[in-house]
């Protein structure tokens, strides 16, 4: 299953060099518990991860 959160930040990250960062900012209730699945899945890194009210922020590294 794919949510359009993934979809998004996939889109962002590809074009990207090996290691280059994205900052995602986000009030999908799923991103705490999908995205470190997310990365850790397609080889990114998360860096961090932000909660504050329903707003996420979140940090990703560009895997290879």
Known sequence: RCSMLSV???QRVSPL???AELEVLTDDPAAPTE???WC???GHELLSLETNGDEHRLRIRRGV
């Open 35 to 37: 995205m470190p699945a």
């Open 17 to 19: 060099p090996p290691g």
């Open 40 to 42: 850790k899945k397609m």
């Open 8 to 10: 998004s930040v996939s």
